[in-house]
């Protein structure tokens, strides 16, 4: 695809960048995303490869959190026809969502909620807990910490976060390696475009 159209492809999907007239139409109707979801994190990155090398069940249901404009989910669905529900607190990234869900020909459920509000008993309807790029202010380890805890207990298969390497994520993946058991690994992907930082994984080994 021409880089003129605006367009990138990653990992098997078409992703839009900001400048594409459909993002600006969007962004004129539904507002611009407050909480930095206003556009693909290039973690998305680091998650599609580690899942392209560790996939998920066919059909898995995945909850996706902080899910922006949704591309972490999306991939699943692509590709490992998972039933997808994008989380995230803010409901103006769900249009740019549903866009590229469209875009993509996969189905991809949302839900407007905190991480903190997420529910022991709401987990235990997912297989697989993913999100990227959401632990960027100190503020946000504690909550992130305690869910991906609540995972565990709910029987959730596998908890998969990444991120730049910024350091409450790696508060966050450092204390849920000594606690639960979890798994804090540097990654990185250098096509289809350059991405540096670190996965947790909890759960699966
Ligand atoms: C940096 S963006 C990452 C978006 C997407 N995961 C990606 O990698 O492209 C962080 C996302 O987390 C959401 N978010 C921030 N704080 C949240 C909270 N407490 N609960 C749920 N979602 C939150 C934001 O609205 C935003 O969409």
């Known amino acids: 695809m021409p880089a003129t159209s605006n367009s990138r492809r990653l990992f098997g999907l078409t992703v839009r960048q900001n400048a594409h ?20 994190w290039k973690s998305s990155c680091l998650m599609m490869d580690y899942l392209q090398r560790n996939p998920l069940k066919k059909g898995a249901r995945v909850l996706d959190l902080g899910c922006g404009w949704g591309l972490g989910g999306i991939f699943c669905a692509k590709h490992f026809d998972a039933k997808v529900t994008g989380l995230d607190a803010d409901p103006s990234v769900f249009p740019f969502l549903q866009y590229h869900a469209e875009l993509n020909e996969v189905a991809v459920k949302t839900w407007r909620c905190f991480y903190e509000k997420v529910r022991k008993q709401d987990l235990a309807g997912f297989d697989a807990v993913i999100g ?25 298969g596998r908890v998969v976060l990444a991120d730049p390497g910024r350091s409450p994520f790696r508060r966050l993946a450092a ?12 990654w990185q992907v250098s096509r289809p475009m350059k991405a540096t930082g670190c996965l947790m994984i909890a759960g699966q080994r």
């Open 175 to 186: 204390r849920a390696e000594d606690k639960l058991d979890a798994t804090y690994r540097e």
């Open 132 to 156: 990227t790029d959401i632990c960027f202010w100190d503020k946000l380890e504690e909550p992130l910490y305690n869910l991906t805890r609540r995972a565990m207990q709910a029987g959730v």
């Open 21 to 40: 007239p459909d993002m600006r139409k969007l962004r004129r109707e539904a507002g611009d995303p407050s909480l930095h979801g206003n556009k693909f």
